[in-house]
């Protein structure tokens, strides 16, 4: 438990007694639920500072007065402005649950999934890796990493024809491009388009490229 978790009144008898009654169970969770509560709460703070000012000009000691901790709180959990950045802008694409037996309707989940959820919160991870990347070559990088691993390889593997790999890049390449341009950029045709316009339009273009035989 960190100082920021610890009780301020003065003696802090009430919260010890209201500790000290709990049964075993609770008294073993309740330091691990504050410390989750705690590395939640940086961890959001974060996402904001990176956002706001990128990666470069983000402090920790910037980062532990968004969250209200100590700057040693952000180091006990984090380590590093590095590692906090990584686990930070860290985002995992739910493949298994995305994925059907019809290509179309896989393509039009990822899709949607992108646009309403991954993509449309500017402080969630991808939306800040992303904007991150504009300005830091070592975000760019990360992006790079993330893509390549969560996108590409993933979806490269499930296509059965020739330049998997290549046509698994450009997939990717449309997706993170409809992200970029219409979340960060603000282009007007698509920031303003409908969600079910952009689905419609470019689920086909999408699944001709991983399954150009259905």
């Given at each position: 438990?960190?100082?920021?978790?610890?009780?301020?009144?003065?003696?802090?008898?009430?919260?010890?007694?209201?500790?000290?009654?709990?049964?075993?169970?609770?008294?073993?969770?309740?330091?691990?639920?504050?410390?989750?509560?705690?590395?939640?709460?940086?961890?959001?703070?974060?996402?904001?500072?990176?956002?706001?000012?990128?990666?470069?000009?983000?402090?920790?000691?910037?980062?532990?007065?968004?969250?209200?901790?100590?700057?040693?709180?952000?180091?006990?959990y984090f380590g590093s402005k590095q590692d906090l950045f990584r686990e930070a802008v860290h985002w995992q694409i739910p493949h298994?649950?995305?994925?059907?037996?019809?290509?179309?309707?896989?393509?039009?989940?990822?899709?949607?999934?992108?646009?309403?959820?991954?993509?449309?919160?500017?402080?969630?991870?991808?939306?800040?890796?992303?904007?991150?990347?504009?300005?830091?070559?070592?975000a760019a990088e990360l992006l790079r990493q993330h893509v390549t691993v969560q996108v590409t390889d993933h979806i490269a593997a499930?296509?059965?024809?020739?330049?998997?790999?290549?046509?698994?890049?450009?997939?990717?390449?449309?997706?993170?491009?409809?992200?970029?341009?219409?979340?960060?950029?603000?282009?007007?045709?698509?920031?303003?388009?409908?969600?079910?316009?952009?689905?419609?339009?470019?689920?086909?273009?999408?699944?001709?490229?991983?399954?150009?035989?259905?």
């Amino acid at each position: 438990m960190t100082c920021a978790d610890a009780a301020t009144n003065a003696p802090g008898q009430a919260a010890r007694r209201k500790y000290d009654s709990a049964d075993p169970a609770e008294e073993a969770a309740l330091p691990e639920r504050k410390g989750e509560r705690t590395r939640r709460r940086i961890l959001t703070a974060a996402r904001r500072k990176f956002a706001e000012v990128g990666y470069e000009r983000a402090t920790i000691r910037a980062i532990a007065t968004e969250a209200d901790v100590d700057k040693s709180s952000v180091i006990q959990y984090f380590g590093s402005k590095q590692d906090l950045f990584r686990e930070a802008v860290h985002w995992q694409i739910p493949h298994d649950e995305l994925t059907t037996s019809d290509p179309g309707h896989t393509v039009e989940n990822r899709l949607r999934g992108m646009l309403d959820t991954w993509a449309a919160d500017p402080d969630g991870p991808m939306a800040v890796l992303l904007r991150t990347s504009m300005t830091s070559d070592e975000a760019a990088e990360l992006l790079r990493q993330h893509v390549t691993v969560q996108v590409t390889d993933h979806i490269a593997a499930t296509i059965d024809a020739p330049d998997a790999r290549l046509r698994a890049a450009l997939f990717s390449a449309i997706m993170m491009g409809l992200a970029a341009q219409r979340y960060l950029l603000h282009m007007p045709d698509l920031a303003e388009a409908d969600v079910e316009d952009i689905v419609r339009i470019a689920t086909p273009l999408l699944r001709g490229l991983v399954a150009p035989e259905a």
